[in-house]
T-cell receptor
Framework: DQQVKQNSPSLSVQEGRISILNCDYT??????FLWYKKYPAEGPTFLIS?????DKNEDGRFTVFLNKSAKHLSLHIVPSQPGDSAVYFC???????????FGTGTRLTVIP | DAGVIQSPRHEVTEMGQEVTLRCKPI?????LFWYRQTMMRGLELLIY????????DSGMPEDRFSAKMPNASFSTLKIQPSEPRDSAVYFC???????????FGPGTRLTVL
């Protein structure tokens, strides 16, 4: 059973606008969350992470928000650029565990 | 560092044949992970190693799949015999710590006819 879910398989956004990618999880023990970006024919690359002691982490145009009570996190990209077009994977882990649980990914297309 | 290296990048084989995928992790990384990417399940963890020792292989689909890590710089994932439903992209990743940032290789696209 998927413990990390990305319910939107795809998202299209105009260049310069905000992209919001969503992720839900079911395991309340998860306390560390990551976003990965994947271009075609390449492996996923780490983008940004957040610990459960925070509710927001920002890195340039990328901000991740965590709502622990709702078991929900989101990635905001502002402003969106065509180079951001990729598949974005949400991942979660539990301190003391040794692996990440990934969602199914959301394909973001930024239209010039 | 060259990053995580995987070979081959593409593999096309016929049902029933043995397939071996190879991975060289980033030097100094103690953890190595094998994933399979499918549309339905996203990135699925198959197995991971810590200091060359398999720790959790609960994600390995069935006995046809096996993985080894004979030393810190090399790992293999073997499928024998292969079936069409094994067609997917297989990724290897390595990390310094288990649940932090993992570095992925470019993947091996496997097609079983």
């Amino acid at each position: 059973d998927q413990q990390v879910k990305q319910n939107s398989p795809s998202l299209s956004v105009q260049e310069g606008r905000i992209s919001i990618l969503n992720c839900d999880y079911t395991n309340s023990m998860f306390d560390y969350f990551l976003w990965y970006k994947k271009y075609p024919a390449e492996g996923p690359t780490f983008l940004i992470s957040i610990s459960s002691i925070k509710d927001k982490n920002e890195d340039g145009r990328f901000t991740v928000f965590l709502n622990k009570s709702a078991k929900h996190l989101s990635l905001h990209i502002v402003p969106s650029q065509p180079g951001d077009s990729a598949v974005y994977f949400c991942a979660a882990s539990e301190t003391g565990a040794n692996n990440l649980f990934f969602g199914t990914g959301t394909r973001l297309t930024v239209i010039p | 560092d060259a990053g995580v290296i995987q070979s081959p990048r593409h593999e096309v084989t016929e049902m029933g044949q043995e397939v071996t995928l190879r991975c060289k992790p980033i030097s100094g990384h103690d953890y190595l992970f094998w994933y399979r990417q499918t549309m339905m399940r996203g990135l699925e963890l198959l197995i991971y190693f810590n200091n060359n020792v398999p720790i959790d292989d609960s994600g390995m689909p069935e006995d046809r799949f096996s993985a080894k890590m004979p030393n810190a710089s090399f790992s293999t994932l073997k499928i024998q015999p292969s079936e069409p439903r094994d067609s997917a992209v297989y990724f290897c990743a390595s990390s310094l710590r288990p649940y932090n940032e993992q570095f992925f290789g470019p993947g091996t696209r496997l097609t079983v006819l």
